[in-house]
């Protein structure tokens, strides 16, 4: 397989591993990295990937078993990732900060929701993708995806409305 | 569409039995129309996972040529490091050689290993012809300690 072609197949998927990684790891710089690492592997494997039926799938698949093994070797060295994607300052208005800190709200949410719920809200209400893609990249069944994806969606939901009563009363 | 129908279509979204169709008509509804406050925090998520797609990678992907690059000056480091041990090799036998055909009889033989051992005996000496000074070393002592 030529770059060229191996380019064509990444293309269109690189911007979604790149945000699977960003959903999994936080910071920029870390899922910029993970991103270019998983497309080396990739690239390492191209003969393979002529083989198999979805390369979507599998490269998202590669994504989450990176990032996953990412966050496991960090724990083992007691680090924690830092959030190191600050706001800028520009003055804007009421309005639209207003939202921007409902945004980010949410992205904080989303963040505390366990790994396996965070990555199949990313892959369905983010992506878009089917439930048997989702199982294919996942390797879940789908109902135990759905179960996943309706805990994440509620919690989500609950977390948001909480936080705004907060500020009511 | 009517309000009662995005309502069930919004039980399903959260039971997770929507179909991506299903949930594009909810998102786009939520992101044009002013919803009653009850559903705004949809209007939120559907407006939050609308904006998330936005997130692009800015680095150019490049592969292949870095490592590959490695590759090569790795292989061109192992020929030259063989053929380099190869010459070497070559060269110290040859010198065995000569050093083994160069003394052909057996009385040559001796002879020279008498030249070398006098040649090492004699050295050896002058360096012991300087030790003389020491001497002096072991002339205090004796007058410090009683010898008996």
């Known amino acids: 397989m030529k770059e060229r072609t191996f380019l064509n197949i990444i293309d269109p998927v690189k911007d979604k591993m790149y945000r699977l990684a960003l959903r999994l790891l936080t ?28 390369v979507e799938a599998f490269a998202m ?18 680090l924690r990732i830092v959030h190191q994607n600050y706001e800028s300052n520009a003055p ?7 939202v921007n800190d409902e945004m980010a709200l949410l992205g904080r949410i989303v ?7 965070k990555m199949i809200f990313q892959l369905r209400d983010i992506e878009q993708y089917e439930y048997e893609e989702i199982a294919e990249i996942m390797e879940m069944n789908q109902t135990a995806i759905r179960v996943a994806l309706s ?14 009563n907060y500020g009511i009363q | 569409m009517e309000f009662n129908k995005i309502e069930k279509l919004l039980e399903r979204y959260d039971e997770g039995r929507t179909s991506v169709a299903e949930e594009n008509l909810l998102r786009e509804y939520f992101l044009k129309n002013e919803v009653p406050p009850h559903l705004s925090s949809y209007k939120l998520i559907f407006r939050y996972t609308s904006e998330q797609k936005d997130e692009r990678l800015e680095t150019q992907t ?5 490592s590959r690059k490695i590759a090569w000056s790795s292989i061109a480091a192992i020929f030259i490091v063989a053929v380099g041990l190869y010459f070497f090799n070559e060269s110290s036998q040859d010198l065995n050689q000569n050093d083994i055909s ?21 050295l050896m000496n002058e360096g012991t012809a300087d030790l003389v000074y020491l001497q002096e070393f072991n002339k205090t002592t004796n007058k410090i300690l009683k010898t008996d």
């Open chain 2, 102 to 122: 160069s003394v052909s009889d057996e009385e040559m033989a001796i002879q020279k290993t008498k030249e070398t051992l006098n040649m090492v005996s004699q």
């Open chain 1, 111 to 117: 963040e505390k929701l366990p790994e396996q719920q």
């Open chain 1, 27 to 54: 910071s920029k710089e870390a899922a910029e990295d993970a991103t270019q690492e998983v497309i080396l592997k990739l690239w390492d494997r191209k003969e393979k990937i002529k083989h198999y039926a979805n």
């Open chain 2, 62 to 66: 490049k592969m292949g040529s870095s």
């Open chain 1, 92 to 98: 804007s208005l009421q309005s639209e900060i207003e």
């Open chain 1, 61 to 78: 698949t590669v994504t989450k078993n990176y990032c996953l093994d990412q966050l496991k070797s960090k724990k083992n060295s007691h």
């Open chain 1, 151 to 164: 805990r994440a969606r509620k919690a989500i939901r609950e977390n948001l409305i909480k936080k705004h």
